[in-house]
């Protein structure tokens, strides 16, 4: 079973920086599109960012030019440099990978277990 496990959440100023990371846990064959996901208290889960295979970025507008999606292929990580933070993305941020198994497994999305990004006025 392939557990994606992310880092780097916590308390920050408004106007300061995080870098979240995702990789799975333990070996896969295959690792496609990967993204990161937030959700605040009583609203929806929204995309945030996304990451072809290939190495296409995709923004949410209201983080265009203050976050960075970036991926290691060899140690199949995913990142989030996030700048000039402010309150309003305060929330649980979660990973989202499509991933192989193995050889004989098809592709399938696995979800991290969020970790909190909390920025303080």
């Known amino acids: 079973q392939v557990q994606l496990v992310e880092s780097g959440g916590g308390l920050v100023q408004a106007g300061g920086s995080l870098r979240l990371s995702c990789a799975p846990s333990?070996?896969?064959?295959?690792?496609?599109?990967m993204a990161w996901y937030r959700q605040a208290p009583g609203k929806q889960r929204e995309l945030v960012a996304s990451?072809?295979?290939?190495?296409?970025?995709n923004y949410v507008d209201s983080v265009k030019g203050r976050f960075a999606i970036s991926r290691d292929n060899v140690k199949n990580t995913v990142y989030l440099q996030m700048n000039s933070l402010k309150p309003e993305d305060t929330a649980v941020y979660y990973c989202?990978?499509?991933?192989?198994?193995?050889?004989?497994?098809?592709?399938?999305?696995?979800w991290g277990q969020g970790t909190q990004v909390t920025v303080s006025s």
């Open positions: 989202k990978a499509n991933i192989r198994h193995s050889y004989y497994s098809t592709w399938q999305y696995y």
């Open positions: 333990g070996s896969i064959f295959r690792l496609d599109d």
């Open positions: 990451v072809t295979g290939g190495g296409t970025t």
